[in-house]
Nanobody
Framework: QVQLVESGGGLVQAGGSLRLSCAAS????????MGWFRQAPGKEREFVAR????????YYADSVKGRFTISRDNAKNTVYLQMNTLKPEDTAVYYC????????????????????WGQGTQVTVSS
Protein backbone atom coordinates (compact mmCIF):
# COMPACT_ATOMS: atom_id res chain seq x y z
CA GLN A 1 0.00 0.00 0.00
CA VAL A 2 1.29 3.42 -0.96
CA GLN A 3 1.05 6.31 1.45
CA LEU A 4 1.42 9.95 0.47
CA VAL A 5 1.52 12.61 3.16
CA GLU A 6 1.46 16.30 2.24
CA SER A 7 2.63 19.12 4.45
CA GLY A 8 3.51 22.79 4.23
CA GLY A 9 0.16 24.39 3.56
CA GLY A 10 -1.06 27.45 5.40
CA LEU A 11 -2.26 31.03 5.21
CA VAL A 12 -0.20 33.52 3.25
CA GLN A 13 -0.73 37.00 1.84
CA ALA A 14 -0.92 37.58 -1.88
CA GLY A 15 2.55 37.78 -3.36
CA GLY A 16 3.96 35.44 -0.74
CA SER A 17 5.45 31.98 -1.02
CA LEU A 18 4.89 28.50 0.34
CA ARG A 19 6.66 25.19 -0.15
CA LEU A 20 4.61 22.02 -0.09
CA SER A 21 6.14 18.62 0.56
CA CYS A 22 4.80 15.14 -0.11
CA ALA A 23 6.47 12.19 1.57
CA ALA A 24 5.89 8.80 -0.05
CA SER A 25 6.20 5.26 1.23
CA UNK A 26 5.19 1.76 0.21
CA UNK A 27 6.36 1.63 -3.41
CA UNK A 28 9.55 2.29 -5.34
CA UNK A 29 9.10 6.04 -5.35
CA UNK A 30 11.87 6.69 -7.85
CA UNK A 31 10.10 4.65 -10.55
CA UNK A 32 6.95 6.77 -10.72
CA UNK A 33 6.12 10.22 -11.98
CA MET A 34 4.41 12.43 -9.42
CA GLY A 35 1.82 15.13 -9.76
CA TRP A 36 0.28 17.97 -7.79
CA PHE A 37 -3.39 18.81 -8.12
CA ARG A 38 -5.62 21.28 -6.32
CA GLN A 39 -9.30 21.64 -5.58
CA ALA A 40 -11.05 24.87 -4.66
CA PRO A 41 -14.49 24.88 -2.98
CA GLY A 42 -17.21 24.08 -5.48
CA LYS A 43 -14.74 23.28 -8.24
CA GLU A 44 -13.33 20.13 -9.75
CA ARG A 45 -9.85 18.93 -8.89
CA GLU A 46 -7.40 20.39 -11.39
CA PHE A 47 -3.91 19.59 -12.50
CA VAL A 48 -1.10 21.85 -11.27
CA ALA A 49 2.26 20.25 -12.04
CA ARG A 50 3.97 16.98 -12.83
CA UNK A 51 7.53 15.66 -12.61
CA UNK A 52 8.89 12.58 -14.33
CA UNK A 53 10.19 9.59 -12.41
CA UNK A 54 13.79 10.73 -12.69
CA UNK A 55 13.09 14.44 -12.29
CA UNK A 56 14.26 15.20 -15.80
CA UNK A 57 10.96 16.52 -17.13
CA UNK A 58 8.43 18.86 -15.57
CA TYR A 59 5.11 20.12 -16.81
CA TYR A 60 2.83 22.88 -15.48
CA ALA A 61 -0.66 24.17 -15.86
CA ASP A 62 -0.70 27.53 -17.62
CA SER A 63 -2.16 29.18 -14.53
CA VAL A 64 0.96 28.44 -12.45
CA LYS A 65 3.70 28.44 -15.06
CA GLY A 66 6.54 30.74 -14.05
CA ARG A 67 5.37 30.92 -10.43
CA PHE A 68 5.41 27.30 -9.23
CA THR A 69 8.27 24.80 -9.37
CA ILE A 70 7.95 21.07 -8.86
CA SER A 71 10.96 19.04 -7.79
CA ARG A 72 11.76 15.70 -6.18
CA ASP A 73 14.39 14.06 -4.04
CA ASN A 74 14.33 10.34 -4.73
CA ALA A 75 16.75 9.66 -1.90
CA LYS A 76 14.17 11.10 0.51
CA ASN A 77 11.09 9.75 -1.31
CA THR A 78 9.73 13.28 -1.36
CA VAL A 79 8.25 15.58 -3.99
CA TYR A 80 8.01 19.34 -3.51
CA LEU A 81 5.99 22.22 -4.87
CA GLN A 82 7.54 25.64 -4.46
CA MET A 83 4.84 28.27 -4.90
CA ASN A 84 5.87 31.89 -5.40
CA THR A 85 3.94 35.06 -6.14
CA LEU A 86 0.80 33.46 -4.77
CA LYS A 87 -2.58 34.84 -5.76
CA PRO A 88 -5.98 34.57 -4.03
CA GLU A 89 -7.11 32.31 -6.87
CA ASP A 90 -4.45 29.79 -5.81
CA THR A 91 -6.50 29.12 -2.66
CA ALA A 92 -7.38 25.42 -2.62
CA VAL A 93 -6.62 22.07 -1.06
CA TYR A 94 -3.46 20.76 -2.70
CA TYR A 95 -2.96 17.04 -3.30
CA CYS A 96 0.03 15.05 -4.42
CA UNK A 97 -0.52 11.92 -6.46
CA UNK A 98 1.48 9.04 -7.88
CA UNK A 99 1.26 7.98 -11.52
CA UNK A 100 -0.28 4.57 -12.21
CA UNK A 101 2.52 3.33 -14.41
CA UNK A 102 6.21 3.00 -13.63
CA UNK A 103 8.62 5.10 -15.70
CA UNK A 104 5.81 6.60 -17.72
CA UNK A 105 6.99 9.08 -20.35
CA UNK A 106 3.56 10.46 -21.11
CA UNK A 107 2.45 13.73 -19.56
CA UNK A 108 -0.59 12.83 -17.51
CA UNK A 109 -2.78 15.72 -16.41
CA UNK A 110 -6.01 13.92 -15.57
CA UNK A 111 -6.87 12.50 -12.16
CA UNK A 112 -7.56 9.07 -13.60
CA UNK A 113 -3.91 8.63 -14.53
CA UNK A 114 -2.88 8.66 -10.87
CA UNK A 115 -3.70 5.82 -8.52
CA UNK A 116 -2.56 7.01 -5.12
CA TRP A 117 -3.39 10.32 -3.45
CA GLY A 118 -2.46 12.15 -0.32
CA GLN A 119 -4.98 13.57 2.12
CA GLY A 120 -4.40 17.13 0.95
CA THR A 121 -3.08 20.29 2.53
CA GLN A 122 -4.94 23.60 2.63
CA VAL A 123 -3.41 26.66 1.01
CA THR A 124 -5.16 29.97 1.62
CA VAL A 125 -3.99 33.17 -0.02
CA SER A 126 -5.44 36.39 1.34
CA SER A 127 -5.76 39.55 -0.74
Amino acid sequence: QVQLVESGGGLVQAGGSLRLSCAASGRTFSSYAMGWFRQAPGKEREFVARISWNGGTTYYADSVKGRFTISRDNAKNTVYLQMNTLKPEDTAVYYCAADRFPRSIRVHTTTGSYDYWGQGTQVTVSS
